[in-house]
């Protein structure tokens, strides 16, 4: 189950901290690559509930955001991830199983004077990333469409239980391409196993052109970063 926010993340602390035994997990089973790109983004909180960094910025409520994160270049100009603050609790499979799980939402917003392409994949298969046995989380992209005006609604109006009871087993996908002033808002939806539950914190990263979905969970999980996808700048 999923409870309510009690604790704050520090983005400086997080960002780029691979869990160690995630990676070579990843790494040894061929869902993450060790090459590495060379980085041209700059990295600034601009938002975070710790207190430590806020800059407003026009039109967007923060209510509902857990974090706000801009990659600039040496212009300045940059890409700016925000993810919010999770909603959910247990989730009951058709088959008889309890889950509890969380959904998200993320915004990615194109500042820079080139569009570029978003891609996300989360694989049919669930991570085996916790310390316990028989402990698991899966990550879904839910095809519902997320506005702002949904995020009073429960689960952000994503009808989530529908969506899980028929892609449980399914690897999800987004693609889409983000011209500049423009943005793309989606959800994601994680779904775990484990004995205890504790509060749940995620959030999209940016590495070079590489993305990583950052997941923890009080208790149970660090910051594990999972590979999740890139984005490339169309020439």
């Known amino acids: 189950m999923i409870m309510p926010y009690q604790e704050v ?7 780029f901290n691979f869990h160690t035994i995630l990676t070579i997990y990843l790494t040894a089973t061929g869902q ?5 790109k060379e980085s041209w983004f700059r990295v600034d909180t601009l938002f975070a509930k710790n207190g430590k960094s806020q800059k407003t910025r026009p039109h967007y409520s923060y209510d509902w955001i857990d974090t706000e994160v801009k990659y600039s270049d040496s212009t300045g100009k940059g890409i700016i991830i925000q993810n919010s603050l999770p909603r959910g609790g247990p989730y009951d499979h058709p088959a008889g199983k309890r889950f509890g799980y969380g959904i998200f939402w993320t915004r990615v917003i194109n500042e820079t004077a080139i569009p570029f392409e978003l891609t996300i994949n989360f694989p049919a298969d669930s991570f085996a990333i916790f310390p316990q046995p028989d402990s698991y989380l899966k990550l879904f992209l839910p095809s519902g469409t997320m506005t702002i005006d949904k995020v009073s609604l429960y689960d952000y109006g994503a009808g989530s239980q529908s969506f899980l009871d028929t892609a449980f087993y399914k690897p999800t996908m987004l693609q889409r391409t983000i011209y500049p002033k423009d943005e793309c808002l989606f959800y994601i939806a994680l779904v775990f196993q484990t004995p205890d539950n504790g509060a749940v914190r995620t959030g999209l990263v940016l590495k070079d052109q590489e993305l990583f979905y950052r997941v923890s969970i009080l208790w149970q999980l660090d910051s594990a970063l999972i590979p999740c996808g890139q984005i490339v700048f169309k020439k």
């Open 9 to 15: 993340h520090d983005v400086e602390k997080f960002r």
């Open 32 to 36: 993450i690559s060790p090459t590495k």
